[in-house]
């Protein structure tokens, strides 16, 4: 079982750092994992994406054609991304900044206000966990409970203070992913 | 130690520092720019010599230098860096000096780009610089075995007084893969006994690459040449997947053996036997293994992130009775497995076709 995750926005919405905790939380669990960040010139100002790959064996290529999950936090990744989800796959659209709709009716897709919900929390900055616990919601790679313990044990203490935020946020995305109906 | 999630570029420079080296020179240039900040950090913090030079040609002459007193010594560039450090390396290979070098390979040619690439093949198996020599080079497919290449290149570069080089592309070195870090180990005490270390009471060394008379420099590449005969017959490394009853085989290495292994399982599935050869010393060439391949593997393909420069030595390995076809992507792009499946699952229609007519 190999799981490609594509999570892409605005360089600052923290897409990299979204990629790497599922890629701990991957390790953590004994997973085989790779993340991969592009680093274009166009990191600058513009998207920022990385692809993040779980699986059970061995990992070939870093990257894919097409992803099992796509994350699209801001509307140049959803339009670059939301055609490439592989039938059967999962695309998390950040509604607050996204309102354009997928005509797609071979995926998951959960709508999630993950700038909303992160700001409800105290912080804009947290909008990338509003959009992983959907994730988890609809594609359990790993438990919530699981994903929270390894951002207990990676996160630099210093930043432990925002633990309890990022926990509810992750929680919230989660619930508003769990209530979104899969199409048949 | 346990295993960590570490990026390509850090987890070079970490093994550098664990496997004695005391002291780098470099310039910045991406998609390796993380290994020489690492260095930054760290070297100083440790008492050991961190310094950026004011251009790869200075910074390769620093590590002549160092090489020269006997210091364990490395840079790091990528490709345009790599080639402004041709007259260095050509001078160090020519003082017998041991070096280490790494290159995180991009597009060229030119500055090109800063997307991940194999288009140094050339330029460092080859000789690296003017005159007859080659360099060691290694090059590894995960992160881990960019940890464990990166210590060899040290211990082979003193044993033979030679230039090694780590060659990867950009994918690897900006990746994230869990792996395991060596032990630190114990800086040595003495310097080898060439070394420049100031006369004192013993006689005294001479490190140069100048030899004036036609004679002696015919006679030092003698030297030379025995000495990359031995390094050819002990320094051979590479890995195989599915080679045992494989009727069609692709070579690769780097991350486009990555992308060549994920290919190679999914065509097995479908039942094409095809089979993966991956040299990881680029120089010594795995010639003879692959040769052997040949005598019962009717195709073989090449598959590069470049316009295909180790094809040539795969030639030279595999004969002209066999057919040898080519997939790469120059200019910066990681080929897809799926383009992979494409041209193997051609090639081997083409295969069976044969067989039938004959």
């Known amino acids: 079982m190999e799981t490609s995750i594509i999570i892409a926005g605005f360089g600052g919405q923290g897409v990299l750092f979204a990629g790497q905790l599922l890629t701990y939380a991957g390790m953590d669990q004994g997973r085989h994992v790779t993340w991969i960040p592009s680093y274009g010139p166009e990191m600058r100002g513009g998207t920022a994406n990385c692809t993040v790959i779980i699986s059970d064996d061995e990992i070939g290529a870093p990257t894919v054609a097409r992803p099992d999950v796509a994350v699209a936090l801001n509307l140049p990744s959803f339009e670059k991304y939301e055609p490439l989800v592989k039938p059967g796959g999962v695309l998390i659209v950040n509604k607050s900044l996204i309102s354009e709709q997928s005509e797609r009716t071979d995926i998951a897709i959960v709508e999630v206000r993950a700038n909303r919900i992160a700001k409800e929390f105290g912080s804009v900055k947290m909008a990338n966990m509003a959009a992983l616990g959907a994730l988890l919601a609809k594609r359990p790679l790993f438990s919530l409970d699981d994903l929270l313990q390894t951002l207990h044990d990676h996160l630099p203490k210093r930043k432990h203070n925002l633990l309890e935020a990022n926990k509810l946020v992750l929680q919230h995305g989660y619930e508003v992913g769990m209530e979104t109906a899969v199409p048949a | 130690m346990a295993k960590e999630l570490l990026k390509g570029n850090v987890a070079i420079a970490e093994a550098a520092i664990r496997a004695g080296c005391e002291a780098y020179f470099g310039y910045p240039i991406t998609p390796q720019t993380e290994l020489l900040e690492h260095m930054s950090k760290r070297m100083p913090e440790l008492g050991r010599t961190f310094l950026?030079?004011?251009?790869?040609?200075?910074?390769?002459?620093?590590?002549?230098?160092?090489?020269?007193?006997?210091?364990?010594?490395?840079?790091?560039?990528?490709?345009?860096?790599?080639?402004?450090?041709?007259?260095?390396?050509?001078?160090?290979?020519?003082?017998?000096?041991?070096?280490?070098?790494?290159?995180?390979?991009?597009?060229?040619?030119?500055?090109?780009?800063?997307?991940?690439?194999?288009?140094?093949?050339?330029?460092?198996?080859?000789?690296?610089?003017h005159g007859d020599y080659h360099p060691i080079v290694?090059?590894?497919?995960?992160?881990?075995?960019?940890?464990?290449?990166?210590?060899?290149?040290?211990?082979?570069?003193?044993?033979?007084?030679?230039?090694?080089?780590?060659?990867?592309?950009?994918?690897?070195?900006?990746?994230?893969?869990?792996?395991?870090?060596?032990?630190?180990?114990?800086?040595?005490?003495?310097?080898?006994?060439?070394?420049?270390?100031?006369?004192?009471?013993?006689?005294?060394?001479?490190?140069?690459?100048?030899?004036?008379?036609?004679?002696?420099?015919?006679?030092?590449?003698?030297?030379?040449?025995?000495?990359?005969?031995?390094?050819?017959?002990?320094?051979?490394?590479?890995?195989?997947?599915?080679?045992?009853?494989?009727?069609?085989?692709?070579?690769?290495?780097?991350?486009?053996?990555?992308?060549?292994?994920?290919?190679?399982?999914?065509?097995?599935?479908?039942?094409?036997?095809?089979?993966?050869?991956?040299?990881?010393?680029?120089?010594?060439?795995?010639?003879?293994?692959?040769?052997?391949?040949?005598?019962?593997?009717?195709?073989?393909?090449?598959?590069?992130?470049?316009?295909?420069?180790?094809?040539?030595?795969?030639?030279?390995?595999?004969?002209?009775?066999?057919?040898?076809?080519f997939f790469g992507r120059p200019g910066g792009i990681i080929p897809l497995p799926e383009e992979v499946e494409d041209k193997v699952r051609a090639m081997w229609r083409q295969q069976e076709l044969a067989a039938q007519i004959n």
Request: aromatic share 6%; no cysteine.
């Open chain 2, 138 to 325: 290694l090059a590894p497919s995960t992160i881990q075995e960019a940890i464990d290449l990166m210590v060899l290149s040290f211990d082979l570069a003193d044993k033979y007084r030679t230039i090694v080089f780590m060659v990867l592309d950009g994918a690897i070195g900006q990746m994230m893969e869990p792996a395991e870090l060596p032990p630190m180990r114990e800086l040595p005490t003495e310097r080898p006994s060439w070394a420049l270390t100031g006369k004192g009471n013993r006689d005294k060394n001479i490190v140069t690459s100048i030899r004036l008379g036609a004679q002696p420099l015919a006679d030092f590449n003698d030297i030379l040449q025995e000495k990359l005969a031995v390094i050819e017959k002990n320094e051979l490394r590479y890995d195989e997947l599915y080679t045992d009853d494989a009727e069609l085989v692709i070579v690769a290495y780097g991350t486009a053996a990555r992308v060549a292994h994920t290919a190679v399982k999914r065509l097995r599935e479908e039942n094409i036997p095809v089979g993966l050869f991956r040299p990881i010393s680029l120089w010594p060439f795995p010639y003879q293994r692959l040769g052997e391949l040949a005598d019962r593997v009717p195709t073989f393909l090449s598959v590069e992130m470049n316009a295909g420069q180790m094809i040539h030595d795969v030639r030279e390995a595999v004969g002209r009775d066999v057919e040898l076809d």
């Open chain 2, 52 to 129: 950026q030079a004011e251009s790869e040609v200075a910074a390769v002459n620093m590590v002549y230098g160092a090489a020269s007193a006997g210091v364990r010594v490395m840079t790091s560039s990528s490709s345009p860096g790599i080639s402004l450090m041709q007259e260095g390396l050509s001078y160090i290979a020519g003082s017998e000096v041991p070096a280490v070098f790494v290159d995180v390979m991009r597009g060229g040619p030119g500055l090109g780009n800063i997307q991940p690439s194999q288009s140094d093949y050339n330029q460092v198996t080859k000789t690296a610089g």
